[in-house]
């Protein structure tokens, strides 16, 4: 590229991130409340009025489940819906494009063309044009009352390809309806991931066919007095097919060979000593074990990962490898080695906490770090991806402060403001970008009761890391965030998400 021409972006790229924290007129682009803020807005001070005859286009036949997602924003903020229409001409229209050749728009990128006569999406792919009507979204939301959009124009792009959440449904059992539920607060901020932890000590919650008794006993329990609960296979397909329509990708956990006391209680002959344990309902990790020299583990292992691979339409198949601490460190490598093995015969890759880096890992593999800076060092020197889930940054079962009654600290205390305020870039010397796939910010369930526990330790949080995943470094900034967080709040308020109504980021004042 010219070196006038660098010169000139940068010059209106400060320009436009300048103007976005000027006073402006309430009907200036520059000055609505988006999350994740984009990339670039460019604000040309008309307004859009949108209307029950405003129609939407489509070019493509493969958008048609992103014009029935935009009626559904509509339908939300304005309570009509839009019909379709084949002209993509005239005034008052909405215009869905998926221009897969257009290599200016990287992949779930998008561009937002406002104009006062028409609104167009642009996008690569289709997630690209799904991330577009997000935005849309959000503007529409924020302008029920007149229903004026402000003209200009947005480019918008993710930092990461890895935008991740991870739902414990191991210690506490959450339904179908209740995760769906946490997609639609997670979509809407860009996510593209949600990890489910679907197995641990205190139960088993994936139905495998080969495998009755995993879901006969081991889903039995939970922490405390809870009857648990499993997801038939017919109900997982539906929620990764939910998930999917969002552009969401689950990743199921198998967590082994520590956290297995579920599992160990179903068959016996994944016990050294082959006798099967009680069911377990308390806190403690770190006392369980695969018998890692059996065949009879190994079978068990293909059998799962084999299922479970045919119910993932994603890539990624995680296999936990956290906090085997009665697991002898060389057999620990060894069971890593050969689930590896496994994954990958069933066309998957592996994911693996970041105790996992001590193992033999293929280049593909991927390392999530949660503890120890060591291993993602170690990851990151043999060249593995890793993804970032710091339990002091992103743990969303840390309190906020030491008020707050749900959840634990012993990653400390994780205010709003520090949760946000940290780089993923920065945080470990030695993980580049290349190398960091991105971030994920998991809520474990051990001291999680119910949906109204699970909002309150996740939002406002994790609309921070949604943020930090998407967003170019440069554009966080503390005071800005909070002010499109007080606004975004309105949305939770009417979705009665049970969200942490912190004084120091909610009363305007202070
Ligand atoms: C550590 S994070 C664990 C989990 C606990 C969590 C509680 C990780 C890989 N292991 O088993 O639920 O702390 O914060």
Not at 214 to 220: I, W
Not at 248 to 255: C, G, M, R
Not at 393 to 410: A, C, E, I, N, P
Request: one cysteine or more.
């Amino acid at each position: 590229m010219n070196l006038d021409i660098v010169r000139l972006s940068y010059l209106l790229l400060g320009i436009s991130i300048f103007s976005r924290c000027s006073p402006t007129p309430s009907t200036n682009l520059n000055q609505v409340s988006l999350l994740p803020v984009p990339v670039e807005v460019t604000a040309s001070g008309g307004t859009f009025q949108f209307s029950e005859k405003t129609k939407i286009f489509i070019n493509s036949d493969l958008l048609q489940s992103e014009l029935v997602t935009l009626n559904r924003s509509v339908l939300e903020s304005y309570n009509y819906e839009l019909k379709e229409t084949n002209e993509n001409s005239g005034s008052q229209i909405i215009a869905l494009e998926l221009d897969t050749a257009n290599q200016e728009i990287s992949f779930e990128g998008y561009e937002l063309d406002i104009e006062e006569e028409r609104i167009v999406i642009r996008g690569s792919s289709l997630a690209g044009v799904f991330y577009g009507i997000q935005t849309l979204d959000q503007l529409m939301y924020e302008s029920s009352a007149d229903q004026k959009i402000p003209t200009g124009k947005i480019v918008d792009y993710p930092k990461y390809e890895y935008r991740g959440m991870m739902l414990d449904v191991s210690r506490r059992f959450f339904t179908v309806e209740e995760v769906k539920r946490l997609i639609d607060q997670i979509a809407v901020l860009k996510t593209n991931v949600l990890h489910l932890h679907l197995s641990d000590d205190q139960g088993w919650r994936i139905e495998i066919k080969s495998r009755p008794k995993l879901t006969e006993l081991g889903s039995k329990s939970e922490v405390g007095e809870g009857k648990g609960g499993f997801y038939t296979q017919l109900q997982y397909q539906d929620l990764v097919s939910y998930a999917a329509s969002k552009y969401i990708v689950v990743i199921p956990e198998i967590d082994m060979p520590g956290h297995t006391n579920a599992a160990l209680a179903s068959y016996a002959e994944l016990n050294c000593d082959q006798k099967t344990p009680d069911l377990y309902r308390g806190t403690a990790v770190g006392f369980s074990t695969f018998c890692t020299d059996s065949e009879a583990t190994y079978a068990f292992i293909d059998d799962v990962i084999k299922e479970l691979a045919t119910l993932t339409p994603g890539k990624y198949i995680h296999i936990g490898g956290d906090e085997s601490l009665v697991t002898e460190k060389e057999d620990y490598i060894y069971f890593v080695n050969r689930v590896q093995t496994i994954v990958e015969k069933h066309g998957k890759i592996m994911i693996g906490w970041d105790e996992i880096a001590t193992a033999d890992l293929n280049q593909s593999s991927v390392v999530q770090q949660w503890h120890s800076m060591e291993n993602a060092k170690l990851a990151a020197q043999k060249g593995n991806q890793v993804i970032l889930s710091p339990a002091t940054h992103t743990y969303l079962d840390m309190k906020y402060d030491s008020s707050t009654q749900v959840g634990q600290d012993w990653a400390g205390l994780i205010p709003i403001r520090f949760g946000y305020e940290w780089l993923p870039d920065t945080l470990n010397d030695g993980i580049t970008k290349a190398l960091a796939l991105g971030i994920e910010a998991p809520l474990w369930t051990e001291f999680v009761e119910d949906t109204k526990d699970m909002d309150y330790l996740i939002f406002p949080r994790f609309a921070g890391y949604a943020e930090i995943a998407w967003s170019p470094s440069s554009h966080l900034e503390w005071a800005d965030y909070k002010s499109r967080l007080q606004v975004y709040a309105k949305r939770w308020d009417k979705t009665g998400v049970n969200y942490f109504k912190d004084s120091t980021v909610f009363d305007v004042n202070k």
